[in-house]
């Protein structure tokens, strides 16, 4: 049997996502994720007009030598493009192979290491009080484990605040298209400044860990804005207040950065949701210096990037707690759920629920009940997309939004 026909599929159910179809000569379909977001046409060409091509014919059933000649073979390596384009071909290798052999994914990968998966959602509030309600909405619903952003005082919009309001049904989307609806022609603009934001979310954890008492476990994104010492503040200030992580508190690429945190608190650290190869990891982890790393699948090269880091990883004690947002398709997410079940250094998984009108384009089969989400037993991924109704969502423009300090100075989002 052999790759017949490889598809790259866009659609825009609420936000893009890049979808490959692989169809093997006996008519079984995989599906992969290739999304990256506000950068989508980027790998569209490169699936569609360097790799697609270069894979009719070959065996599908050879999925690491597959792997390795899209990674070696072309000379040109790593990358955000060139790993999440690999990501989208290795899935649905993966998907083909599960679904030929009759059993889920994480079968392939080990079998079942528990019997399911602790998520952590997403909680945010404009004010104390906002974001106080959310906690205690998703505490009553069983959830153990949220991330906490909040507005700062002085500063307009920020990274990871929603735009609903306590008892709307939450949402949050950071990739954004103009405000009609229509295709965006660039990035929206907010503004940041550190001092304000060190001087304020301590005192914010204080009084959650006050008003919420010890159970709950509390994760807070820094999304790569401080200096070393500036983090190595922020990370000893939160101490007292047992962070289950504190994620990206540096800019990602600069692994030794992490070492002045690290000589600073005992405060959990994790990385890695922009980093696309094992790699980008080898510092942060023979140093040990995170605890938790943030790939996706989809922007990790795959089952089979993915799997390579985290095992590496887990030689040194550190688990996994695998990115899990929106612009993760639901075959992405699906993915990272089947390495979550069968791995044993597993940490906590992202979850972050798509919208219903993404759910309607791809039929998921994975599960959330009581803060603990499973990846299901049909065969293979357990994702499929409804491409009649894909179509009907034509690609549309959305990006992330820039950051600038307050005198106008461009920095990190
Ligand atoms: O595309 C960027 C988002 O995935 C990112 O901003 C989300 O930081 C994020 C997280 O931890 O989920
Ligand atoms: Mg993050």
């Keep these: 049997m052999s ?104 079968q392939l990968l080990g079998g079942a290491s528990r019997s399911g998966l602790r998520a952590y959602v997403h909680a945010s509030g404009a004010t104390y009080e906002d974001l106080l309600d959310v906690i205690r909405g998703y505490m009553a619903q069983g959830i153990t484990a949220v991330r906490v952003q909040t507005g700062i005082p002085g500063l307009g919009q920020v ?22 609806g229509t295709a965006a022609t660039r990035p929206a603009e907010e503004t940041w400044d550190s001092r304000a934001y060190l001087n304020y979310m301590p005192g914010v954890f204080k009084r959650l860990r006050e008003d919420l008492g010890t159970e709950i476990r509390l994760l807070h994104d820094g999304h790569h804005r401080l ?20 994620e990206d508190p540096t800019p990602a690429e600069d692994q030794t950065a992490l070492r002045l945190v690290r000589r600073a608190s005992t405060t959990p650290l994790a990385t890695g949701e922009v980093f696309n190869s094992v790699f980008d990891y080898q510092t942060l982890i023979t140093e040990r210096l995170i605890d938790y790393v943030r ?30 947002p929106t612009d993760v398709s639901p075959i992405g997410m699906a993915a990272g759920l089947h390495i979550d079940m069968a791995i044993h250094n597993f940490g906590i998984q992202e979850y972050m629920p798509h919208s219903e009108e993404t759910l309607k384009v791809f039929h998921t089969s994975y599960t959330f009940k009581n803060g603990f989400l499973h990846p299901g037993d049909t065969p293979g991924l357990g994702v499929e997309l409804d491409e009649e109704l894909a179509a009907a969502y034509p690609y549309t423009a959305a990006y992330l939004p820039v950051n600038r300090l307050t005198d106008g100075t461009m920095y990190d989002w």
């Design 3 to 106: 790759i017949e026909k490889v598809d790259v599929i866009v659609t825009s159910p609420g936000r893009n996502f890049v979808t490959l179809k692989i169809t093997t000569s006996d008519g079984i379909v995989g599906w992969g994720d290739g999304t990256l977001n506000g950068r989508e046409l980027a790998v569209v060409a490169y699936l569609r007009d360097h790799v697609g091509p270069t894979l009719i014919g070959r065996n599908e059933d050879n999925i690491e030598d597959t792997w390795q000649y899209l990674y070696r073979g072309p000379y040109w390596r790593r990358g955000p493009v060139t790993m999440a384009s690999i990501a989208a071909v290795d899935m649905a290798l993966w998907d083909i192979k599960a679904k030929k052999a009759g059993v889920p994914l994480y």
């Design 159 to 180: 990274y990871g605040v929603a735009s609903s309001k306590p008892g709307e049904k939450y949402n949050y989307e950071p990739a954004l298209r103009s405000a009609d």
């Design 227 to 246: 200096t070393p010492i500036e983090a190595a503040r922020l990370a000893r200030e939160l101490e007292p207040c047992d962070l289950f992580w504190l």
């Design 295 to 324: 790939s996706s699948v989809t922007h990790a090269g795959g089952v089979t990037g993915l799997k390579r880091i985290l095992d590496f990883a887990g030689i040194y004690g550190i688990k996994s707690g695998i990115h899990g």
